[in-house]
Nanobody, 117 residues
Framework: VQLQACGGGLVQAGGSLRLSCAVS????????MGWFRQPPGKEREFVATISRGGSSTEYLEAVKGRFTISRDNAKNTVYLQMNSLKAEDTAVYLC???????????WGQGTLVTVSS
């Protein structure tokens, strides 16, 4: 199983980035997908999850209204659109797959997002 995240980079506060995570080695449509992040010197935290068909999503309160998780089951890819970025969004962002939102079984390597203030 491989989860390959990309799309991170350096952006100014108020800017936008779109992360992508391409998945292979599993039946993508059978898994919940999630984005998590680990800020420098801090523990990993949940950011957003999406159900198998994409009809249900959950978000960290701090990103509601700014981030949008979506998926394309035909392309085995999950996305995270991040708008109105803040310095506190700086982190390594990781994608994950699991049988439900509380049990992520497979993890990608992460992509670094740096927001300058």
């Amino acid at each position: 199983v491989q989860l390959q995240a990309c799309g991170g980079g350096l952006v100014q506060a108020g800017g936008s980035l779109r992360l992508s995570c391409a998945v292979s080695g599993l039946t993508f449509s059978a898994y919940f997908m999630g984005w998590f992040r680990q800020p420098p010197g801090k523990e990993r935290e949940f950011v957003a999850t999406i159900s198998r068909g994409g009809s249900s999503t959950e978000y960290l309160e701090a990103v509601k209204g700014r981030f949008t998780i979506s998926r394309d089951n035909a392309k085995n890819t999950v996305y995270l659109q991040m708008n109105s970025l803040k310095a506190e969004d700086t982190a390594v962002y990781l994608c994950a797959a699991g049988p439900n939102t509380r049990n992520m079984k497979y993890w990608g390597q992460g992509t670094l997002v740096t927001v300058s203030s």
